[in-house]
T-cell receptor, first 112, second 113 residues
């Protein structure tokens, strides 16, 4: 099955700096990955996704990189703002599966 | 926000009592999911549905049952609640499994005492 995990449980960055949150996965047959942001007391909110036939995808201030060789993906947040403070999860879907498998999350704290 | 409403949002119940959580969607999405979120475990899939009356088990289905009699409603039932089922429960929906985004509700906080 799919196993997804994050490298660091917490990350503190200065406001205005770039943030990089990492995630590793175990199933090389996974074909879809999603990054979610979860603020305290709320449900996970979709940020950006990427399919396995891509190695990079950009959104507004966010970029996801996928390295299939080492089964690693990262979320980059440019010019981090206080509103970016949250827990970030990566999630993966194995090929032919309905199920998202989540990593445990990285808590991002932005220092004003 | 995706049109997902969970109820109740907060509930305290006693061990051994039945509990039903409701998820209602207005998006007419085919797939619906129930996850639980616990410290140290992230989100884990309990059950999911791929259509009316079509459901299947997820990773942590023991002690839970589900029903989907209408496209818009997905019910999660704890037949006899235990303290280990104290958790935050999230409903999610998606249009398909072909890489479509899965959207989450705001969560239901359940405490079993």
């Amino acid at each position: 099955g799919e196993s997804v995990g994050l490298h660091l449980p917490t990350l503190s960055v200065q406001e205005g700096d770039n943030s990089i949150i990492n995630c590793a996965y175990s199933n090389s047959a996974s074909d879809y990955f999603i990054w979610y942001k979860q603020e305290s007391g709320k449900g996970p909110q979709f940020i950006i996704d990427i399919r396995s036939n891509m190695d990079k995808r950009q959104g507004q201030r966010v970029t996801v990189l996928l390295n299939k060789t080492v089964k690693h993906l990262s979320l980059q947040i440019a010019a981090t703002q206080p509103g970016d403070s949250a827990v970030y999860f990566c999630a993966g879907v194995g090929a032919g599966s309905y199920q998202l498998t989540f990593g445990k999350g990285t808590k991002l704290s932005v220092i004003p | 926000d995706a049109g997902i409403t969970q109820s109740p949002r907060h509930k305290v119940t006693e061990t051994g009592t039945p509990v039903t959580l409701r998820c209602h969607q207005t998006e007419n999405h085919r797939y619906m999911y129930w996850y639980r979120q616990d410290p140290g475990h992230g989100l884990r899939l309990i059950h999911y549905s791929y259509g009316v009356k079509d459901t299947d088990k997820g990773e942590v289905s023991d002690g839970y049952s589900v029903s989907r009699s209408k496209t818009e409603d997905f019910l999660l039932t704890l037949e006899s609640a235990t303290s280990s089922q104290t958790s935050v429960y999230f409903c999610a929906i998606s249009e398909s499994t072909d890489g479509n985004t899965i959207y989450f509700g705001e969560g239901s906080w359940l405490t079993v005492v």
